[in-house]
């Protein structure tokens, strides 16, 4: 009997319960997949805590996984029974052990990539693509700010920037993290919950500031980002790991006629043509060796409250993926 995350109530990690489910024949379009690797991002905790009231309740949450296409619907093209798959899809359902979903959201895992690395990467490593070359076009002019460079996100995208030619700033939370995020590419990094880390990028900028401030921490550390820039710098908020920021000025900006964004990686990859193009773009930077990628931490799916308790208490480093 296929099983599921059904989250029926918002809260802590403890909502996050395995029930059986029933999984429909797919219709036109549409293909089931039996997954075997679960892709668990922040924005998982951010739904089952009700922060983003993005998911009816009851509802399975989870963004991304990976498996096997073992039934097609009508008018599929491209997708057969036995194929290696992985998505990513903004209307949430992965944390199961199979689903139906739109033959137009799947990509094919090339040889070479495990289905626990694929499901892994779909939302972090079209993210770091979405960070490093269309919100800002990186190369060697550009001295950038990592936050919590050793997490999923962070790691790719030093990476990524630093074969780019930028210089990485990167900020950890423990030395141990800032070890990783230094094999990723970042030149410094900042034990930001125990040093100054505006005071450091200025020291270790010459005064100029960066330009370019990746943030995706949020409450903690969005206005002290804004600070690190130089003058016409762009500050990226990507997300909140740390809680919502509070209300901003727009005249802050004006300091040094900053630019602010905040995108989010649907709308880059919004239609069938991006997808596929970001998606080719990131297994060819893994197979050209621009982005070398560990094997995920596993747990099983089962245990998606304790993935959400680790990603929340600050314990991993890279990805962690969900068995089933
Ligand atoms: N906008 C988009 O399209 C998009 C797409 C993907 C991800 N994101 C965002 O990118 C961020 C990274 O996602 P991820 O899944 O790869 O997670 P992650 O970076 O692996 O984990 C979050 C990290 O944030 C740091 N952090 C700082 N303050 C924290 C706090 N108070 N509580 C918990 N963590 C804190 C921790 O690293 P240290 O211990 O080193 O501080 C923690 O390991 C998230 O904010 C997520 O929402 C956005």
Known sequence: MPQAILLREHGGPEVLRVEDIAVAA???GEVRIRQTAVGVNFHD???????YQTLKLPGI?????????IA???SVAGFAPGDRV??????????ASERVIGADRLVKIPNGVNDATAASLMIKGLTALMLVKHVHALGPDDTILVHAAAGGVGLLLSQWAKHLGARVIGTAGSPE???LAKQ??????????????????????????VSVAYDSVGKDTFYGSMECLADLGH??????????????????????????TRPMLFHYCATRPALEAMAAELFAAIADGTLSVAEPATLPLTEAGEAHRRLEARETTGALVLTV
């Open 61 to 69: 949450p989870g963004l991304e996984a990976a498996g096997m296409v």
């Open 72 to 74: 097609v619907g009508d």
């Open 86 to 95: 992985a998505y990513f899809f903004a209307a949430y359902g992965s944390y």
């Open 184 to 209: 990723a590419g970042c030149e410094e990094v900042i034990l930001y919950r125990s040093e100054d880390f505006v005071a450091r990028v200025k020291d270790l900028t010459g005064g100029k500031g």
């Open 177 to 179: 993290k800032a070890a």
């Open 26 to 28: 797919p219709g036109p």
């Open 45 to 51: 905790c951010y739904v089952r805590s009700g922060l």
């Open 235 to 260: 500050l990226v908020n990507f997300g909140q790991s740390s809680g919502p920021i509070d209300p901003m000025a727009v005249s802050l900006l004006s300091k040094g006629s900053y630019t602010l």
